[in-house]
């Protein structure tokens, strides 16, 4: 059974900061990994995916990692602002069974201080 | 543009009401999925669909019930409420099988008296 784990569950940054955020999984056999934002009350909002066949995507200040072999991914934040604070969460789909059997982590819950 | 609609976004119940949580998404995904939400557990699925007429369980599916006569609409059947059924519900839905981003709705906060 797929496990995916976010270490470490809540980090607090100061402005400006450039920060990583991590996601573990036990099945190399995926077919793409996600990473969300969700805030308060709300639902999740999608910020990358990477297909399998990737190393890497970027969009503005965020770029995404993936090392499928060791079972990893990283979120980079550059330049982080107070706006950046929200719980992120890791997802992975698998390679076989279905394309809605998501797999998510716990999340990190960042905070980005004045 | 809508996206993914989920209503109410809030609801209390007794022990042993049934209720039913609304989904419906203006983007004509095939594929939509329920999920609930729990503290230091991420994200379950209950019930997904990959289309109109066709349904599946997910990994928690026990005391919930699901059907898709639309593409646009999947509807979440709670039969007979319990307190462990506490917790926060998403939507979600998605293009096709391909490699395309999960969209979500806000949620339905849901508490079990």
């Known amino acids: 059974k797929q496990e995916v784990t976010q270490i470490p569950a809540a980090l607090s940054v100061p402005e400006g900061e450039n920060l990583v955020l991590n996601c573990s999984f036990t099945d190399s056999a995926i077919y793409n990994l996600q990473w969300f934002r969700q805030d308060p009350g709300k639902g999740l909002t999608s910020l990358l995916l990477i297909q399998s066949s990737q190393r890497e995507q970027t969009s503005g200040r965020l770029n995404a990692s993936l090392d499928k072999s060791s079972g990893r991914s990283t979120l980079y934040i550059a330049a982080s602002q107070p706006g950046d604070s929200a719980t992120y969460l890791c997802a992975v789909r698998p390679l076989e069974g279905g394309g809605n059997k998501l797999t998510f982590g716990t999340g990190t819950q960042l905070k980005v201080e004045l | 543009n809508a996206g993914v609609t989920q209503t109410p976004k809030f609801q209390v119940l007794k022990t042993g009401q049934s209720m039913t949580l609304q989904c419906a998404q203006d983007?004509?995904?095939?594929?939509m999925s329920w999920y609930r939400q729990d503290p230091g557990m991420g994200l379950r699925l209950i019930h997904y669909s990959v289309g109109a007429g066709i349904t599946d369980q997910g990994e928690v599916p026990n005391g919930y019930n699901v059907s898709r006569s639309t593409t646009e609409d999947f509807p979440l059947r709670l039969l007979s409420a319990a307190p462990s059924q506490t917790s926060v519900y998403f939507c979600?839905?998605?293009?096709?099988?391909?490699?395309?981003?999960?969209?979500f709705g806000d949620g339905t906060r849901l508490s079990i008296l």
């Open positions: 983007m004509n995904h095939e594929y």
């Open positions: 979600a839905s998605r293009r096709d099988s391909s490699n395309q981003p999960q969209h």
